[in-house]
């Protein structure tokens, strides 16, 4: 059996307290933004690397706009096409917002 490693991604940490809007144009700390430079790299390593996954804090940020969250997972899909493939190499921890997990894996499954 494999042991399963995680490329870790703390968005407060790593990204920013204030995440945006949508895209670029719309301001600092945008979903396009956090998607291009911090997510799709990482998950792309994992992607190769069947004993990767993906782990993202979504703590200690000030609230998501719903165009940044959507932003991000529906260009994941876009990207990486195979949605069962890709909720199985996410993992979340989302205590401030409990449901915000959910909400993600629902937008993966309906992009």
Do not use: H
Not at 61 to 78: D, P
Not at 79 to 92: G, S
Request: glycine letters at 6%; a neutral charge; hydrophobic letters at 40%.
């Amino acid at each position: 059996m494999t042991k399963n490693t995680y490329i870790q991604i703390k968005v407060a940490k790593d990204f920013g307290v204030y995440p945006g809007a949508r895209y670029r144009t719309d301001g600092p700390f945008s979903g396009q933004e956090f998607y291009e430079d911090i997510l799709k790299p990482k998950f792309q390593k994992a992607w190769t690397d069947s004993q990767k996954i993906v782990f993202i804090d979504l703590d200690g940020t000030f609230g998501y706009a719903s165009s940044f969250i959507s932003e991000i997972f529906i260009r994941l899909v876009k990207d990486f096409e195979d949605k069962k493939a890709i909720i199985k190499k996410l993992e979340f921890k989302s205590e401030d917002e409990p449901l915000l997990k959910k909400s993600i894996i629902q937008i993966i499954n309906e992009a």
